[in-house]
């Protein structure tokens, strides 16, 4: 299993990014996909999630500003967040629950500037 997270980088408050994520070594469409982050000093948290129907979950305090998205065909899921703010600040990594184990991906840094 791999996953190849990318899209992070340095906004400003206010700014939106978009994180990609394309896995391979899975049957992509049998498998919900999740997105995590850790901030410095942290422990990792579940920032959303969306699961084989295409139905979604997120943590309260991204709600109507993250979505989640996903490609069965692209084995690919995304994050598109807007109106970022300084506590989003975070390594964010793609996960997924195969075989009984966590799967992470190398994680991708998003960085907010207030």
């Known amino acids: 299993v791999q996953l190849q997270a990318s899209g992070g980088g340095l906004v400003q408050a206010g700014e939106s990014l978009r994180l990609s994520c394309a896995a391979s070594?899975?049957?992509?469409?049998?498998?919900?996909m999740d997105w995590y982050r850790q901030a410095p000093g942290k422990e990792r948290e579940l920032v959303a999630g969306?699961?084989?129907?295409?139905?979604?979950y997120y943590k309260e305090s991204v709600k109507g500003r993250f979505t989640i998205s996903r490609d069965n065909v692209r084995r690919s899921v995304w994050l598109q967040m807007n109106s970022l703010k300084p506590e989003d600040t975070a390594v964010y990594y793609c996960?997924?629950?195969?075989?009984?184990?966590?799967?992470w991906g190398r994680g991708t840094q998003v960085t907010v500037s207030s």
């Open positions: 969306i699961r084989t129907d295409h139905s979604s």
């Open positions: 996960h997924v629950l195969f075989a009984g184990s966590d799967r």
């Open positions: 070594g899975i049957n992509f469409r049998l498998f919900d």
